[in-house]
């Protein structure tokens, strides 16, 4: 089993950054990614970025560039910098870590397995 646990969401103002950790615990080499997702009220769960223990960094489409993921392998923590809030990233990020993959056409993804329970961002205009 694998423990993740999230902190650093809060209101902020439209403009502003918030830096997210998630500490992770337990059988955690049984996992070779972690990622973030988040979910906005109302919407369905979306994928933010995430990262394979090689390094490579996958982020979504419309962020690249205001969002970075990083990981202390020392502390074995997963951040997430967010430059640039907007009301739009208003939403619960959850931390995920899970497998691998290659994709039919080529693509690397990221399956989680694993999950914790979530930081509040709260961005307001």
């Known amino acids: 089993q694998v423990q993740l646990v999230e902190s650093g969401g809060g209101s902020v103002q439209s403009g502003g950054s918030l830096r997210l950790s998630c500490a992770a615990s337990g059988y955690t080499s049984s996992t070779d990614c972690m990622g973030w997702v988040r979910q906005a009220p109302g919407k369905e769960r979306e994928g933010v970025a995430y990262?394979?223990?090689?390094?490579?960094?996958r982020y979504i489409d419309s962020e690249k560039g205001r969002f970075t993921i990083s990981r202390d392998n020392a502390k074995n923590t997963l951040y997430l910098q967010i430059n640039s809030l907007k009301p739009e990233d208003t939403a619960m990020y959850y931390c995920?870590?899970?497998?691998?993959?290659?994709?039919?056409?080529?693509?690397?993804?990221?399956?989680?397995?694993?999950w914790g329970q979530g930081t509040q961002v709260t961005v307001s205009s």
């Open positions: 990262r394979t223990s090689d390094g490579r960094k």
């Open positions: 995920a870590a899970g497998s691998q993959y290659i994709s039919r056409s080529g693509d690397l993804g990221c399956a989680y397995n694993y």
